[in-house]
């Protein structure tokens, strides 16, 4: 059985690369861009000025002097007559520079009074002037594959006038809840029925983290009606159970993606909770088949299925950050597993201190819904006790002012 550390680099190294696709710029923010991007065009295309002013020769005006203004130039003017010798043009930021002018002088540094420029000192020669191709030439690599879209790399975009860029596909995941005991959250609950809380969870941990969830239902504890939903399922880019995966006699989830064709790469892993977390693959699908119980398929699907989906985007980093954090209390912990206890967290003279959310059982929920993070129990000993410092992934980091928009349990 792996560790944990092994499932998650087992998953993550079976778990394909998806295929570019192009979409517009606006919407390719947040996703990995897929391929280098040249620049098509000169940035700036041509050269403009940088201030409101005067455009002018240098030459003219090597001394305090007075030039005649010949004319105006607004941005977005297709262009201008060139400048003759000796004369000057009001310009506005961001105007076409007329041929033959070379330096811009401020409006703040000299003064127009009667169609007269009168320049008290010699102006800087080139000075406030953009020139064409100065900030990114054409053909150069403006941006690198891998590179995650944000809106510096969105204003490039649109700069230099790319209308689509390739980002990394969405994986397209199928969710699949398996028991007799579900019924689609909102329906009547009869005796002995729980909502398929699940499903939801599954297709909520999914859409956060880029993907399609595709709800397929609920499939009772039989074989055909498994079979049915699964085979299904296999034609997403991940295929996403819960429940059925112990070992209970209706528990026939492995069996029946067994018969599917589905490689089995583990069928458990030593953490808790979610130890009977099973994962596969066939052709290009990854199958994962979380347990049942709420708060341990949450765990996965945090642990291994959001670097999973992250991956496939294309994205470097899909680990969150891990934060230390000192124990205030003692944890109970099985030594040969990692334990993800779910913390509540407080800095105290600036040290981050953790103390358990609530009962640490896998079927209570609440204790998570108030947790502010996991701490990571390391499987090299058993029991934490207090005084420890333990790594913890914080739901809602200090330093982001969204205050959990990234919040993913
Ligand atoms: P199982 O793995 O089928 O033995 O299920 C373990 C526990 O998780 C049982 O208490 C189930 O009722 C519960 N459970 C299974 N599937 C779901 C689900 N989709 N939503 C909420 N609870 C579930
Ligand atoms: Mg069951």
Redesign the pocket.
């Known amino acids: 059985m792996p560790s944990f550390l092994e499932a998650r680099e087992l998953v993550l190294s079976r778990v394909p690369r998806l295929p570019p696709e192009d979409v517009s710029a606006l919407e390719a923010v947040g996703r990995v861009l897929a391929s280098d991007v040249a620049t098509p065009i000169d940035f700036p295309r041509f050269d403009n000025s940088a201030m409101d002013g005067w455009a002018l020769r240098a030459a003219d005006a090597t001394e305090p002097t007075t030039l005649p203004v010949v004319g105006r130039v607004n941005a977005g003017a297709p262009g201008s007559a060139p400048l003759s010798p000796r004369t000057a043009v009001r310009i506005m930021t961001g105007a076409p520079i007329p041929a033959g002018a070379d330096t811009v002088v401020p409006l703040e540094d000299a003064e127009e009074r009667a169609g007269t420029l009168h320049l008290s000192r010699a102006p800087r020669s080139g000075a406030h002037l953009r020139r064409r191709g100065d900030d990114i030439a054409a053909g150069a690599v403006a941006l690198r594959a891998g590179t995650v879209l944000g809106a510096a790399e969105v204003s490039f975009l649109a700069s230099v006038a790319r209308p689509t860029v390739p980002v990394h596909r969405r994986p397209r995941v199928a969710v699949v809840?398996?028991?007799d005991?579900?019924v689609e959250p909102g329906a009547p609950l009869g005796p002995g029925k729980?909502?398929?809380?699940?499903?939801y969870a599954v297709a909520a941990a999914v859409a956060q983290a880029g993907g399609v969830p595709l709800r397929l239902g609920i499939a009772r504890d039989e074989v055909e009606a498994l079979r049915a939903l699964l085979a299904d399922g296999l034609r997403a880019d991940m295929l996403i159970t819960?429940?059925?995966?112990?070992m209970?006699d209706r528990?026939l989830v492995r069996k029946v993606l067994g018969e599917l064709g589905v490689e089995n790469v583990f069928s458990s892993v030593e953490v808790k909770p979610g130890h009977p977390t099973a994962f596969g693959v066939r052709g290009a699908t990854a199958v994962l088949s979380l347990?049942?119980?709420?708060v341990s398929t949450l765990m996965m699907l945090e642990q291994l299925v959001r670097p999973a989906l992250l991956r496939m985007q294309g994205y470097e980093r899909v680990l969150r950050p891990l934060v230390p954090a000192v124990l205030d209390e003692p944890l109970s912990h099985r030594a040969g597993r990692v334990t993800f206890a779910r913390v509540k967290l407080e800095r105290r003279d600036g040290v981050l201190r953790a103390r358990s959310a609530g009962k640490q059982e896998t079927?209570f929920l609440r204790p998570l819904l108030e947790a502010d993070g996991i701490a990571l129990l390391p499987p090299e000993r058993g029991d934490a006790p207090a005084g420890i410092t333990v790594p913890v992934q914080v739901f809602r980091p200090d330093d982001d002012p969204g205050g959990g928009s990234d919040r993913t349990r």
Do not use: M, R
């Open positions: 809840s398996t028991g005991e579900l729980i909502s398929d809380s699940n499903g819960t429940a059925g995966v112990s209970g528990d347990p049942g119980n709420p079927s």
